[in-house]
């Protein structure tokens, strides 16, 4: 896949046996880069949260994101590519509720509040720990289980590099949250190389990954109830919406976990 930019817009481009598909570049969840995902099928899967497209029509086939992208015409015309007017997806059915939870439509572009996308990265962690335990076969369990490894590690990285800097300095109490947190992150790194110590679906996995998610789960309830609130109180929209940016561009930078070593980070050079 390419991205070009057309009209003002990124087009993703993809060529499905032997025709043209070009689909919005951004994806509606949290403005990552659909050219940058993988293609399987006519199903494209964005790099950060893995939502997944239909490319011919647009549409969500799955979530995170609630809502589908447009779609063009795409032909080669003269050496040139040539796309038609853009087409509206048919919006999933949840999208409705989507929106009133506060995200917005891709007619009306991804809300970049920080606070909100992790909120949304924490739901894609949740619903990958349901993915995996309904699965029984050793292969989709590796498979789904370096998904998730990947994804832990680059939202703790995210939120060290991103959030609890900031958080640290914009409240009183932020630093003691931050320090928490990332003492926390260092707990679930811990239970993350418990699970790769065991072959997936040895009843050890099992033991250790149920351990991650309980580790996991704990951090996510104490970061909803205590550090993203304090963040919202005391930062403004302006601010939550860059750092929301930066938030993407982290994760663009760090798909799969590159250049992230999972070890553990030092409390105190995220906070100082
Ligand atoms: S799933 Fe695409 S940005 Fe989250």
């Not at 795409?74 to 796309?83: D, P, R, S, T, Y």
């Not at 999933?92 to 509040?113: C, I, L, N, V, Y």
């Not at 790769?196 to 009843?203: I, L, N």
């Not at 996995?205 to 789960?217: D, K, M």
């Given at each position: 896949?390419?991205?070009?930019?057309?009209?003002?817009?990124?087009?993703?481009?993809?060529?499905?046996?032997?025709?043209?598909?070009?689909?919005?570049?951004?994806?509606?969840?949290?403005?990552?880069?659909?050219?940058e995902?993988?293609?399987?099928?006519?199903?494209?899967?964005?790099?950060?949260?893995?939502?997944?497209f239909?490319?011919?029509?647009?549409?969500?086939?799955?979530?995170?994101?609630?809502?589908?992208?447009?779609?063009?015409s795409?032909?080669?015309?003269?050496?040139?590519?040539?796309?038609s007017?853009p087409?509206?997806?048919?919006?999933?059915?949840?999208?409705?509720?989507?929106?009133?939870?506060?995200?917005?439509?891709?007619?009306?572009?991804?809300?970049?509040?920080?606070?909100?996308?992790?909120?949304?990265?924490h739901?894609?962690?949740?619903?990958?720990?349901d993915a995996?335990?309904?699965?029984?076969?050793a292969?989709?369990l590796?498979?789904?289980?370096?998904?998730?490894?990947?994804l832990?590690?680059?939202?703790?990285s995210?939120?060290?590099?991103?959030?609890?800097?900031?958080?640290?300095?914009?409240?009183?109490?932020?630093?003691?949250?931050?320090?928490?947190?990332?003492?926390?992150?260092?707990?679930?790194?811990?239970?993350?190389?418990?699970v790769?110590?065991?072959?997936?679906?040895?009843?050890e996995?099992?033991?250790?990954?149920?351990?991650?998610?309980?580790?996991?789960?704990e951090?996510?309830?104490?970061?909803?109830?205590?550090?993203?609130?304090?963040?919202?109180?005391?930062?403004?929209?302006?601010?939550?919406?860059?750092?929301?940016?930066?938030?993407v561009?982290?994760?663009?930078?760090?798909?799969?976990?590159?250049?992230?070593?999972?070890?553990?980070?030092?409390?105190?050079?995220?906070?100082?």
């Open positions: 896949m390419i991205a070009v930019e057309h009209e003002g817009s990124v087009v993703a481009v993809a060529m499905l046996a032997g025709e043209l598909h070009a689909f919005d570049d951004t994806c509606p969840h949290a403005g990552c880069s659909l050219a995902g993988e293609l399987d099928g006519t199903t494209v899967e964005c790099p950060c949260h893995m939502a997944t239909d490319v011919t029509t647009g549409e969500v086939v799955d979530g995170p994101a609630t809502s589908g992208v447009a779609t063009w795409a032909a080669i015309a003269n050496g040139a590519l040539v796309l007017e087409q509206s997806p048919e919006r999933d059915a949840d999208a409705e509720a989507g929106r009133e939870q506060g995200f917005h439509s891709a007619t009306a572009g991804p809300d970049m509040d920080i606070t909100i996308l992790v909120e949304l990265e739901d894609a962690m949740r619903s990958q720990f995996i335990d309904a699965l029984t076969d292969d989709e590796t498979e789904a289980w370096a998904v998730l490894a990947e832990l590690e680059v939202h703790a995210g939120e060290e590099s991103v959030l609890y800097p900031r958080l640290a300095r914009a409240a009183d109490e932020g630093a003691e949250e931050a320090d928490h947190a990332v003492r926390e992150h260092n707990e679930l790194r811990d239970s993350v190389a418990a790769q110590r065991h072959p997936a679906g040895s009843e996995w099992w033991q250790a990954l149920r351990s991650a998610r309980q580790v996991n789960e951090h996510l309830q104490d970061e909803e109830r205590d550090a993203l609130p304090l963040f919202r109180e005391s930062t403004d929209r302006a601010h939550r919406e860059q750092l929301g940016r930066e938030w561009a982290f994760h663009e930078q760090h798909q799969h976990a590159r250049g992230l070593s999972g070890e553990h980070v030092d409390p105190e050079d995220v906070v100082s």
